[in-house]
Protein backbone atom coordinates (compact mmCIF):
# COMPACT_ATOMS: atom_id res chain seq x y z
CA UNK A 1 0.00 0.00 0.00
CA UNK A 2 1.39 3.83 -1.32
CA UNK A 3 1.91 6.39 1.54
CA UNK A 4 0.85 9.69 1.46
CA UNK A 5 4.12 10.98 -0.44
CA UNK A 6 4.22 8.11 -2.79
CA UNK A 7 0.64 8.98 -3.79
CA UNK A 8 1.36 12.49 -3.95
CA UNK A 9 4.61 11.83 -6.52
CA UNK A 10 3.44 8.70 -8.47
CA UNK A 11 3.39 8.64 -12.22
CA UNK A 12 0.75 10.61 -13.78
CA UNK A 13 1.65 11.22 -17.33
CA UNK A 14 -2.01 10.90 -19.02
CA UNK A 15 -4.75 10.80 -17.28
CA UNK A 16 -7.54 9.41 -19.52
CA UNK A 17 -11.02 9.85 -19.64
CA UNK A 18 -14.32 7.97 -20.39
CA UNK A 19 -18.06 7.52 -20.48
CA UNK A 20 -18.96 6.16 -17.06
CA UNK A 21 -22.04 4.81 -18.59
CA UNK A 22 -19.94 2.68 -21.66
CA UNK A 23 -18.21 -0.26 -19.74
CA UNK A 24 -16.66 -1.04 -23.64
CA UNK A 25 -14.79 1.78 -23.43
CA UNK A 26 -13.92 1.08 -19.73
CA UNK A 27 -12.12 -2.68 -20.21
CA UNK A 28 -10.60 -1.30 -23.40
CA UNK A 29 -8.63 1.40 -21.74
CA UNK A 30 -7.66 -0.85 -18.94
CA UNK A 31 -5.59 -2.12 -22.01
CA UNK A 32 -3.73 1.07 -22.79
CA UNK A 33 -1.18 0.76 -20.29
CA UNK A 34 -2.11 4.28 -19.29
CA UNK A 35 -1.58 5.67 -16.03
CA UNK A 36 -4.26 7.28 -14.62
CA UNK A 37 -8.25 5.81 -16.04
CA UNK A 38 -10.97 8.53 -14.63
CA UNK A 39 -14.25 7.24 -15.13
CA UNK A 40 -16.41 10.24 -15.59
CA UNK A 41 -19.77 10.69 -14.43
CA UNK A 42 -20.01 14.52 -15.71
CA UNK A 43 -19.18 15.75 -18.96
CA UNK A 44 -18.80 13.05 -20.96
CA UNK A 45 -22.55 11.13 -19.64
CA UNK A 46 -26.41 12.85 -20.35
CA UNK A 47 -27.89 14.01 -17.73
CA UNK A 48 -30.45 10.86 -17.89
CA UNK A 49 -28.21 8.60 -18.29
CA UNK A 50 -26.12 9.70 -14.92
CA UNK A 51 -28.02 6.41 -13.01
CA UNK A 52 -27.11 4.01 -15.70
CA UNK A 53 -23.60 5.79 -15.04
CA UNK A 54 -22.81 5.36 -11.18
CA UNK A 55 -24.19 1.63 -11.73
CA UNK A 56 -21.73 0.79 -14.49
CA UNK A 57 -18.21 2.84 -12.48
CA UNK A 58 -19.71 0.88 -9.75
CA UNK A 59 -19.45 -2.64 -11.47
CA UNK A 60 -16.19 -1.91 -12.83
CA UNK A 61 -14.38 -1.04 -9.69
CA UNK A 62 -15.76 -4.37 -8.20
CA UNK A 63 -15.24 -6.74 -10.69
CA UNK A 64 -12.25 -5.35 -13.08
CA UNK A 65 -8.26 -5.52 -12.95
CA UNK A 66 -7.13 -1.94 -13.43
CA UNK A 67 -3.59 -3.34 -13.16
CA UNK A 68 -1.15 -0.72 -12.64
CA UNK A 69 -3.60 1.92 -13.84
CA UNK A 70 -4.74 4.43 -11.05
CA UNK A 71 -8.46 4.23 -11.05
CA UNK A 72 -10.50 7.78 -10.78
CA UNK A 73 -13.80 9.04 -10.93
CA UNK A 74 -15.00 11.83 -11.36
CA UNK A 75 -18.10 13.31 -10.09
CA UNK A 76 -20.91 16.01 -11.39
CA UNK A 77 -19.50 19.50 -9.68
CA UNK A 78 -20.64 20.47 -5.71
CA UNK A 79 -23.67 22.09 -5.76
CA UNK A 80 -25.05 20.43 -9.33
CA UNK A 81 -27.32 18.69 -6.90
CA UNK A 82 -25.71 15.21 -8.41
CA UNK A 83 -22.66 15.21 -6.15
CA UNK A 84 -23.88 13.35 -3.28
CA UNK A 85 -25.48 10.38 -5.32
CA UNK A 86 -22.16 10.36 -7.18
CA UNK A 87 -20.50 9.97 -4.04
CA UNK A 88 -22.41 7.12 -2.12
CA UNK A 89 -22.40 5.25 -5.57
CA UNK A 90 -18.61 5.52 -5.88
CA UNK A 91 -17.02 5.88 -2.36
CA UNK A 92 -18.06 2.19 -1.43
CA UNK A 93 -16.69 0.64 -4.60
CA UNK A 94 -13.16 2.05 -3.34
CA UNK A 95 -11.71 4.20 -5.94
CA UNK A 96 -8.36 5.47 -5.92
CA UNK A 97 -9.11 8.57 -6.16
CA UNK A 98 -11.81 11.55 -6.87
CA UNK A 99 -12.06 14.45 -9.14
CA UNK A 100 -14.20 17.23 -8.75
CA UNK A 101 -14.70 19.40 -11.34
CA UNK A 102 -15.31 23.34 -12.02
CA UNK A 103 -14.22 23.90 -8.52
CA UNK A 104 -13.76 27.72 -6.77
CA UNK A 105 -13.94 27.03 -3.60
CA UNK A 106 -11.71 25.13 -0.78
CA UNK A 107 -15.28 24.06 0.79
CA UNK A 108 -16.00 22.29 -1.86
CA UNK A 109 -12.40 20.05 -1.91
CA UNK A 110 -13.75 20.09 2.48
CA UNK A 111 -16.98 18.67 1.34
CA UNK A 112 -15.78 15.81 -0.42
CA UNK A 113 -12.93 14.91 1.92
CA UNK A 114 -15.33 14.62 4.80
CA UNK A 115 -17.61 11.97 2.34
CA UNK A 116 -14.35 9.95 1.90
CA UNK A 117 -13.40 10.23 5.44
CA UNK A 118 -16.85 9.13 6.64
CA UNK A 119 -16.37 6.41 4.18
CA UNK A 120 -13.20 5.12 5.29
CA UNK A 121 -13.69 4.83 8.93
CA UNK A 122 -17.22 3.18 8.15
CA UNK A 123 -15.36 0.70 6.33
CA UNK A 124 -12.16 0.36 8.57
CA UNK A 125 -10.48 1.56 5.46
CA UNK A 126 -6.47 3.72 6.22
CA UNK A 127 -7.64 7.35 6.59
CA UNK A 128 -6.52 9.12 2.90
CA UNK A 129 -5.91 5.98 0.71
CA UNK A 130 -8.53 8.04 -1.71
CA UNK A 131 -7.04 10.92 -2.98
CA UNK A 132 -8.45 14.01 -4.19
CA UNK A 133 -7.94 15.38 -7.73
CA UNK A 134 -9.25 18.95 -8.45
CA UNK A 135 -9.87 20.82 -11.83
CA UNK A 136 -9.63 24.12 -11.69
CA UNK A 137 -11.44 25.89 -15.11
CA UNK A 138 -13.00 28.89 -13.42
CA UNK A 139 -11.69 32.68 -13.00
CA UNK A 140 -12.91 32.48 -9.40
CA UNK A 141 -10.73 29.32 -9.36
CA UNK A 142 -8.26 30.76 -10.69
CA UNK A 143 -7.76 33.49 -8.01
CA UNK A 144 -8.45 31.15 -5.16
CA UNK A 145 -5.73 29.31 -6.21
CA UNK A 146 -3.47 29.49 -2.75
CA UNK A 147 -6.72 28.37 -0.89
CA UNK A 148 -8.01 25.46 -3.05
CA UNK A 149 -4.07 24.08 -3.09
CA UNK A 150 -3.63 24.04 0.98
CA UNK A 151 -7.56 22.84 1.47
CA UNK A 152 -7.41 19.26 2.68
CA UNK A 153 -4.83 16.86 3.23
CA UNK A 154 -5.74 14.09 0.72
CA UNK A 155 -5.31 16.64 -2.31
CA UNK A 156 -2.84 15.08 -4.74
CA UNK A 157 -3.38 17.07 -8.00
CA UNK A 158 -4.41 19.74 -9.39
CA UNK A 159 -5.50 20.08 -12.90
CA UNK A 160 -6.19 22.46 -15.29
CA UNK A 161 -8.96 23.36 -17.46
CA UNK A 162 -8.73 25.23 -20.24
CA UNK A 163 -11.96 25.05 -22.64
CA UNK A 164 -14.16 25.90 -19.32
CA UNK A 165 -11.77 28.45 -18.69
CA UNK A 166 -11.76 30.12 -21.87
CA UNK A 167 -15.91 29.93 -21.86
CA UNK A 168 -16.01 31.40 -18.50
CA UNK A 169 -13.25 34.13 -19.24
CA UNK A 170 -14.71 34.46 -23.07
CA UNK A 171 -11.70 34.16 -24.34
CA UNK A 172 -11.14 32.72 -28.23
CA UNK A 173 -9.23 29.64 -28.07
CA UNK A 174 -6.25 29.57 -30.43
CA UNK A 175 -3.92 27.01 -31.40
CA UNK A 176 -0.57 28.85 -29.59
CA UNK A 177 -2.98 29.07 -26.20
CA UNK A 178 -1.83 32.51 -25.27
CA UNK A 179 -5.28 33.34 -24.41
CA UNK A 180 -4.47 30.71 -21.37
CA UNK A 181 -0.85 30.77 -20.55
CA UNK A 182 -0.71 32.63 -18.10
CA UNK A 183 -3.69 30.41 -16.29
CA UNK A 184 -1.81 27.53 -16.56
CA UNK A 185 1.83 29.21 -15.33
CA UNK A 186 -0.27 29.82 -12.23
CA UNK A 187 -1.37 26.56 -11.61
CA UNK A 188 1.22 24.74 -12.00
CA UNK A 189 3.07 27.19 -9.77
CA UNK A 190 0.43 27.05 -7.02
CA UNK A 191 0.88 22.89 -7.46
CA UNK A 192 4.90 23.10 -7.10
CA UNK A 193 4.72 25.66 -4.07
CA UNK A 194 2.60 23.05 -1.89
CA UNK A 195 3.61 20.06 -2.79
CA UNK A 196 0.73 18.72 -5.37
CA UNK A 197 1.09 17.57 -8.78
CA UNK A 198 -0.26 19.15 -11.67
CA UNK A 199 -1.63 17.69 -14.48
CA UNK A 200 -2.20 19.58 -17.99
CA UNK A 201 -5.16 20.63 -20.70
CA UNK A 202 -7.04 18.68 -22.60
CA UNK A 203 -5.80 18.61 -26.36
CA UNK A 204 -9.51 18.10 -28.05
CA UNK A 205 -8.58 17.46 -31.24
CA UNK A 206 -7.48 14.27 -30.98
CA UNK A 207 -6.45 13.93 -34.72
CA UNK A 208 -3.65 16.22 -34.64
CA UNK A 209 -0.90 14.61 -33.25
CA UNK A 210 1.88 16.74 -34.00
CA UNK A 211 -0.04 19.96 -32.24
CA UNK A 212 -0.56 17.26 -28.98
CA UNK A 213 3.15 16.73 -29.23
CA UNK A 214 3.87 19.94 -29.25
CA UNK A 215 1.55 21.08 -26.20
CA UNK A 216 2.55 18.10 -24.26
CA UNK A 217 6.13 19.22 -24.81
CA UNK A 218 5.94 22.40 -23.81
CA UNK A 219 3.54 21.08 -21.12
CA UNK A 220 6.28 18.99 -19.60
CA UNK A 221 9.06 22.19 -19.81
CA UNK A 222 6.57 23.73 -17.42
CA UNK A 223 6.69 21.48 -14.91
CA UNK A 224 2.99 19.66 -15.20
CA UNK A 225 4.04 15.91 -14.39
CA UNK A 226 1.15 14.76 -17.38
CA UNK A 227 -1.69 16.18 -19.32
CA UNK A 228 -5.60 14.62 -20.11
CA UNK A 229 -6.27 13.24 -22.38
CA UNK A 230 -9.66 11.73 -24.22
CA UNK A 231 -8.52 9.23 -27.06
CA UNK A 232 -6.84 6.31 -27.08
CA UNK A 233 -4.62 6.84 -29.85
CA UNK A 234 -3.36 10.12 -27.36
CA UNK A 235 -1.67 7.22 -24.36
CA UNK A 236 1.75 6.75 -25.86
CA UNK A 237 2.09 10.52 -27.59
CA UNK A 238 1.23 11.76 -24.39
CA UNK A 239 3.55 9.46 -21.70
CA UNK A 240 5.99 9.85 -23.96
CA UNK A 241 6.35 13.38 -23.51
CA UNK A 242 6.13 13.24 -19.85
CA UNK A 243 8.79 10.59 -19.80
CA UNK A 244 12.60 11.95 -19.15
CA UNK A 245 15.08 10.25 -22.04
CA UNK A 246 17.25 8.03 -21.68
CA UNK A 247 19.93 11.12 -22.38
CA UNK A 248 18.20 13.41 -19.76
CA UNK A 249 18.38 10.79 -17.02
CA UNK A 250 22.44 9.86 -18.00
CA UNK A 251 22.91 13.48 -17.35
CA UNK A 252 20.55 13.86 -14.04
CA UNK A 253 22.79 11.06 -12.60
CA UNK A 254 26.00 12.52 -13.86
CA UNK A 255 24.98 15.55 -11.98
CA UNK A 256 23.65 13.79 -9.18
CA UNK A 257 27.12 11.98 -8.73
CA UNK A 258 29.09 14.50 -9.44
CA UNK A 259 27.63 16.79 -6.94
CA UNK A 260 27.53 13.55 -4.27
CA UNK A 261 31.20 13.58 -5.36
CA UNK A 262 32.10 17.45 -4.41
CA UNK A 263 30.04 17.30 -1.07
CA UNK A 264 32.39 14.58 -0.20
CA UNK A 265 35.40 16.60 -0.70
CA UNK A 266 33.88 20.32 1.10
CA UNK A 267 33.86 21.61 -2.45
CA UNK A 268 30.56 23.80 -3.70
CA UNK A 269 29.73 24.95 -7.38
CA UNK A 270 31.04 22.67 -10.30
CA UNK A 271 31.04 21.87 -13.78
CA UNK A 272 29.88 19.03 -16.12
CA UNK A 273 30.68 18.91 -19.73
CA UNK A 274 31.77 22.44 -19.22
CA UNK A 275 28.48 23.72 -17.79
CA UNK A 276 28.38 25.22 -14.13
CA UNK A 277 26.55 23.25 -11.57
CA UNK A 278 25.19 24.14 -8.46
CA UNK A 279 22.33 23.96 -6.35
CA UNK A 280 19.14 24.78 -8.20
CA UNK A 281 20.73 22.32 -11.28
CA UNK A 282 20.94 19.49 -8.80
CA UNK A 283 17.63 20.03 -7.80
CA UNK A 284 16.54 19.52 -10.93
CA UNK A 285 18.25 16.83 -11.48
CA UNK A 286 16.57 14.89 -8.80
CA UNK A 287 12.87 16.21 -10.21
CA UNK A 288 14.12 14.28 -13.32
CA UNK A 289 15.22 11.16 -11.39
CA UNK A 290 11.99 11.31 -9.36
CA UNK A 291 9.66 10.97 -12.56
CA UNK A 292 12.16 8.65 -14.13
CA UNK A 293 12.09 5.77 -11.16
CA UNK A 294 8.10 6.94 -10.97
CA UNK A 295 7.60 5.66 -14.94
CA UNK A 296 9.71 2.70 -14.13
CA UNK A 297 12.88 4.08 -16.25
CA UNK A 298 14.93 3.78 -12.97
Known amino acids: MMNLLEHKTRARRALLYMPGDDM ?26 K ?21 LVRINPVGSGLESDDLAAALPAR ?39 VIVETALGLVNLKDLANADPRLRVLIFGAEDLAGDLGAKRTPEGWEIYCARCALVLHASAFGLQAIDM ?3 DFEDLEGLNNESKQGSQMGFVGKQIIHPKQVIPVQTAYTPSDEEIAQALRIRDAFDAHQKAGLGAFAVNGKMIDAPIVKLAEKVLARARAAGKL
Open 24 to 49: HKIRKAITLGVDCLCMDLEDGVAFNR
Open 51 to 71: SAARKTIVKALRTLDFGEAEK
Open 95 to 133: PDGIVIPKVSHPQEIRWVGDQITAIEEAHNWPLYEIGLF
Open 202 to 204: VHI
